[in-house]
């Protein structure tokens, strides 16, 4: 095992069903989703800076709700107008992300940036220097790169990456057609896993399936005790050498997330790992694993 620093968490945390999976079902007015979060895992991947940019004050807002949990550290996405839309853009372009980004970064709070690019970001000439691009103007960062499509999975990429110092993310989604493997792989200092779940269907709905239309739907799966273990291995892979691995569970509704999440931590640590006792109830195979802890 590498002495590497394992980060496990979920991606986001502002969700209305984790309201009695996660949370409690009525909690008081004074009750904080991330504070709370945070007391079971030390690492979140804030999503919603993919969508919209943040400001400073929402940056330091986030560090000071994480405060009481020394060991905790964030990761980041990318706004999509840089890896989904990318159309030119401006230095004003750059300071709306680095505006909120900057203050995690100061205080020692960012383990990494994510630059999530689709399937159709494929490895041609424009798409390299357009990557290459993003990585130069947001250096000042620790970043890491999710590649979806098969054409990336070359020995250049690799070589590419490291000279640079950035991570390549190892994902598990379903796989179909020119979709990248499920390959644990590790490029730059920091390993990054991404868990996405396996739910063929709602991943390439039919046509005229309206339930797996839902775009939160193709991220509705919880991994099996035997799939965690699949993954603990490639964990291990990924992390040997990494100064920081960070483990990102996507599969976020109804709080399988934080399930999966916590049944990591179990098989990388010694110590007692504590559960919302709301998680407990909802997801019964942690009980002998977990202790609740509110």
């Not at 919209?52 to 004050?57: L, S």
């Not at 947001?138 to 490291?162: C, G």
């Not at 992390?239 to 976020?252: C, D, L, P, R, Y």
């Amino acid at each position: 095992m590498s002495d590497s620093q394992l980060y496990f968490g979920p991606a986001g945390w502002n969700y209305k069903d984790w309201y009695g999976n996660v949370y409690p079902e009525k909690p008081g007015k004074n009750f904080k989703e991330l504070d709370f979060l945070a007391t079971f895992v030390n690492t979140a991947e804030i999503n919603s800076t993919f969508y919209r940019t943040a400001n400073a004050f929402m940056g330091a807002a986030w560090v000071r709700k994480v405060a009481h949990n020394p060991d905790f550290i964030f990761t980041a996405k990318l706004w999509n107008q840089f890896t989904h839309q990318r159309g030119d853009f401006s230095n004003e372009d750059v300071k709306l992300v680095t505006q909120g980004i900057d203050p995690l970064h100061d205080a020692g709070k960012l383990g990494a940036l994510l630059l999530q690019f689709p399937w159709s970001f494929k490895n041609t000439e424009i798409e390299r220097q357009w990557l290459n691009r993003l990585i130069e103007t947001f250096k000042m960062y620790p970043l890491v790169v999710e590649l979806r499509h098969a054409s990336w999975d070359k020995q250049d990429t690799i070589k590419f990456l490291n000279n640079k110092n950035v991570g390549l993310t190892t994902i598990d989604q379903p796989v179909i057609g020119e979709s990248i493997q499920p390959k644990p792989v590790r490029t730059g200092s920091v390993g990054y896993v991404r868990l996405h779940g396996r739910n063929y269907k709602s991943w390439f709905p039919k046509k005229g399936d309206e339930k797996n239309q839902n775009p939160s739907a193709r991220y509705d799966y919880l991994y099996t005790k035997n799939e965690i273990m699949e993954w603990v291995g490639k964990i291990k892979q990924v992390s040997q050498g990494a100064e920081k691995t960070f483990v990102i569970q996507n599969n976020h509704p109804n709080g399988q997330a934080v399930c999966n999440t916590l049944e990591l931590v179990a098989e990388f640590s010694d110590a007692v790992v504590h559960a919302p006792s709301t998680l407990i109830k909802s997801y019964p195979q942690l009980k002998e694993i977990t202790k609740p802890l509110e």
